[in-house]
Nanobody, 125 residues
Framework: QVQVVESGGGLVQPGGSLRLSCAAS????????IGWFRQAPGKEREGVSC??????????ADSGKGRFTASRDNAKNTVTVHLKMNNLEPEDTAVYYC????????????????WGQGTQVTVSS
């Protein structure tokens, strides 16, 4: 079973930076997808970025393009994805969640995943 542990987040002034980290383990094979999502009060959860092991590509939502950068560290049995967020705006205030999904190496199908507990990001002066 995939396990996800998030860290980072906090309070930052507009224009500031934060780094979130997501440590994921328990993948069935070496193929996975790890994504960051966020949910602001009164709004639906939306995607922020996603890294796929299949092609090594990182995808970003328009809201974070040019400001957010995702990177990953591979260690034995654990993949850690960092989300560096620069030039933060009050509109970025939300609970940020990490989703880690185990994928089939033959067809990329989802084999099941897990959500992290969420971490609060508040951008305010």
């Amino acid at each position: 079973q995939v396990q996800v542990v998030e860290s980072g987040g906090g309070l930052v002034q507009p224009g500031g930076s934060l780094r979130l980290s997501c440590a994921a383990s328990g993948f069935t094979f070496d193929e996975y997808a790890i994504g960051w999502f966020r949910q602001a009060p009164g709004k639906e959860r939306e995607g922020v970025s996603c890294i796929s092991s299949a092609d090594g590509t990182t995808y970003y939502a328009d809201s974070g393009k040019g400001r957010f950068t995702a990177s990953r560290d591979n260690a034995k049995n654990t993949v850690t994805v960092h989300l560096k967020m620069n030039n933060l705006e009050p509109e970025d205030t939300a609970v940020y969640y990490c989703w880690a999904d185990s994928r089939s190496p033959t067809n990329g199908a989802s084999l099941g995943g897990s959500w992290g507990q969420g971490t609060q990001v508040t951008v305010s002066s």
